[in-house]
């Protein structure tokens, strides 16, 4: 047997930074990476907490990833980086220019593409090398706690089949989820209702069991 790469990462999407802080002290003693959420009223309904200022308390402690659920989610990079995100991932969906805000991403960290769960992979258009990671969601991006869509995982082996870079999932990450996920080429996989829902180190322990092994024949 050998040690695979995959990574669970715990996700945080809240409007108050109180309960920001208070997921992110419950997991930063095992957790490798965090996954914060903004979303600004136009790409979904709702928002969240948008203020990159705070973080700085936490962003040399461990890795920070940002998912931009926004319009134009180029203008949001040099807030974060300042802040100490080190991994930038946009919508595509209100994004005007894809090549501008990878270009610009890259001068600053990390980048990834993310793309919604109706929206096809065919949208994708800057190229896959100059990408780290992309982002399927496997529900309609905007709220957490949503129900898993397993025929978007579709995506998913459309593109394993294309490009060996990192693959992120995020929505409705569970323990029978994460499975199917993985089996479908997934590597990173974004937790947040489950993970909070009871002892987070627990719920992380039992998702992580699930995936951190593999047999290479």
Known sequence: MQKSFNLIIPGILEKDWEEIEKKIQLVLPFAKAIHIDIIDGKFAPNSTFMDPGPFKKYTKDIQFELHMMVEEPI?????????????????????????????????????????????????????????????????????????????????????????????????????????????????????????FNGDPSENYRKLKALIDWEVII
């Open 75 to 195: 203008n949001f990079l040099k807030p974060w980086a300042d802040a100490g995100f080190v991994r930038f991932i946009g919508q595509i969906e209100k994004m005007s220019d894809q090549i501008k805000f990878v270009a610009k991403a890259q001068l600053l960290g990390e980048v990834g593409l993310a793309i919604d769960g109706p929206t096809e992979i065919e949208k994708i258009e800057a190229p896959f090398d100059d990408l780290d990671v992309i982002l399927f969601m496997t529900i309609k991006a905007g709220a957490s706690g949503q129900q898993f869509v397993p025929e978007n995982l579709e995506k998913v082996r459309k593109i394993r089949g294309k490009t060996s870079i990192p693959i992120e999932v995020d929505g409705g990450i569970n323990d029978p989820t994460i499975i199917q996920a993985k089996e479908c080429g997934v590597n990173r996989f974004v937790t947040t209702s489950f993970l």
